[in-house]
Each structure stands twice: as C-alpha cells, then as structure tokens.
Nanobody, 120 residues
Framework: QVQLVESGGGLVQAGGSLRLSCAASGGIFNVMGWYRQAPGNQRELVAAATRIGTKNYADSVKGRFTISRDGADNTIFLQMNSLKPEDTAVYYC????????????????WGQGTQVTVSS
C-alpha cells in the first residue's frame, strides 16, 4: 500500500522560506512532485522530479522553489524561498506511477496536504 506523509507547512512572512518534505513508502515510484490548491482555484502542479533526475517547475515558482529527491528515491523535498502571498495554498505530495508486488500501477497517489500561508 502506497503511503505519503508530508510535513513542513506553516505560516511565514513574505520573502521568507519554508521546506516541505514528503516520505513515500510501499513501492518504487516514478514521478514524485508537489501540487497546490488555493481556495477557489484548481489544483496545480508546482514541481515534479522523475527517478532519472528530470525536474519540472511551474513558471510561477521557477527560480524560487527547488525540488529534490533523496538517494533512495522515496523522499522528496520542496525548498521554497522568496515566498509570496500568492503562494498561499494547501500543498499536496503526489506520486505518479508506482511498482509494488512486481506490478506497475499507472495511478496517482496523494498525501493529506499541508497548509502553507504567506502573510504580506
């Protein structure tokens, strides 16, 4: 069973930094990333990283956020610098594609979400 456990959200002033963590267990994961959803908005991709190291960022966070995966490929981090009030949202850890029990599942798996609030 795939499980994602997030941590690291909180309240920060504009210009500050936060670091989110997501520990995944239960399989071998293809793409791991972060999405966010602000009230009234659709969930959107923030950043993602593949097992081979390819990274992708939303234009709105390029140059400010950095995604990384640890050597064992089961934990990802999102370093968020120069935070802006418009970054305020619930951030969700996501895994796309997991192999367990010798079978590949082309599914999306989600964490419970962690609130990030940036005050002006």
């Amino acid at each position: 069973q795939v499980q994602l456990v997030e941590s690291g959200g909180g309240l920060v002033q504009a210009g500050g930094s936060l670091r989110l963590s997501c520990a995944a267990s239960g399989g071998i994961f293809n793409v791991m990333g972060w999405y966010r959803q602000a009230p009234g908005n659709q969930r959107e991709l923030v950043a993602a990283a593949t097992r081979i190291g390819t990274k992708n960022y939303a234009d709105s966070v390029k140059g400010r956020f950095t995604i990384s995966r640890d050597g064992a490929d089961n934990t990802i981090f999102l370093q968020m610098n120069s935070l802006k009030p418009e970054d305020t949202a619930v951030y969700y850890c996501n895994v796309n594609g997991a192999t367990y029990g010798g079978v590949f599942y082309n599914n999306d798996y989600w964490g419970q979400g962690t609130q990030v609030t940036v005050s002006s």
